[in-house]
């Protein structure tokens, strides 16, 4: 069964960092565009970052920019999110997506992505 996992989350001071993890199971990463989403409480799942097959294009929702940094490792199967200076409002479950192979939708669109993973809780306190 292709699957994606996250781990990484857990709870976190305001100002601390946390670094997600998304590794694949019966799905070879290189081959897929890759983004990264969270979804609060009674709020729309939102995109957080994206990253191209290779690692030479990020993309960024502007709530996260400068603060969150997206990248891969194609040997390790996996894609990472760190995540620095985090604050309350960055409390959700953070989830990995897999863009459909040889899609060329946006990153920013749940409708480009095929696979997702079942997510890991970010919270933050104040």
Not at 10 to 23: I, N
Not at 96 to 124: E, K, L, M, N, P
Request: glycine share 12%; proline share 2%; net charge positive.
């Amino acid at each position: 069964q292709v699957q994606l996992v996250e781990s990484g989350g857990g709870l976190v001071q305001a100002g601390g960092s946390l670094r997600l993890s998304c590794g694949a199971s019966r799905l070879t990463l290189s081959n897929r565009r890759m983004g990264w989403f969270r979804q609060a409480p009674g709020k729309e799942r939102e995109f957080v970052a994206g990253i191209s097959s290779f690692g030479t294009i990020t993309m960024y929702a502007d709530s996260v920019k400068g603060r969150f940094t997206i990248s891969r490792d194609n040997a390790k199967n996996t894609v990472y999110l760190q995540m620095n200076s985090l604050k309350p409002e960055d409390t959700a479950v953070y989830s990995c997506a897999a863009i459909r192979f040889g899609y060329s939708g946006i990153y920013s669109s749940t409708q480009s992505y095929d696979v997702w993973g079942q997510g890991t809780q970010v919270t933050v306190s104040s």
